[in-house]
């Protein structure tokens, strides 16, 4: 595996993601921010916070899988919440471990999550956009 993920001392110890990834492959896959919508572009759990994070981290997965890549190649994570309060964490640990549920594992790369006012459109909740290393 090119990707290792560790936690050094001295850093606190995260339960949904690792705090650092070294990466020894040679090709850099970059995925760009993925919403909650279906193959036909529809949008999918419009106003259920978990439902698009959900679908955000499966069209994640089938954009890496398109590049011969998957979670497990990932060294970073970075995910866009519009509005985001500390009190939505639970729909964001339901969101991930529902598509973790579907993908076979749970997907714990280092990861930034950031609120925003809004995204590209107003349906739109979450976004999530990753960076893998292949060997």
Request: aromatic share 6%; net charge negative.
């Amino acid at each position: 595996m090119a990707i290792t993920l560790i936690d050094p001392a001295g850093l606190p110890k995260a339960d949904a993601y690792r705090q650092v990834s070294i990466a020894t492959g040679t090709k850099l896959v970059s995925v760009a921010g993925q919403v909650a919508v279906d193959a036909d572009g529809a949008t999918v759990g419009a106003g259920d916070l978990a439902a698009q994070i959900e679908q955000s981290y499966l069209n994640v997965a089938t954009a890496l899988a398109g590049a011969g890549a998957s979670f497990d190649d990932v060294v970073k994570l970075t995910v866009y919440v519009v509005d985001w309060t500390p009190d939505k964490m639970s729909l964001f640990v339901k969101g991930v471990s529902r598509a973790a549920g579907k993908l076979g594992g749970t997907p714990v790369p280092p990861g930034t999550l950031i609120g925003v006012a809004a995204l590209a459109a107003p349906d739109y909740l979450v976004e999530v956009e990753a960076t893998a290393v292949l060997d």
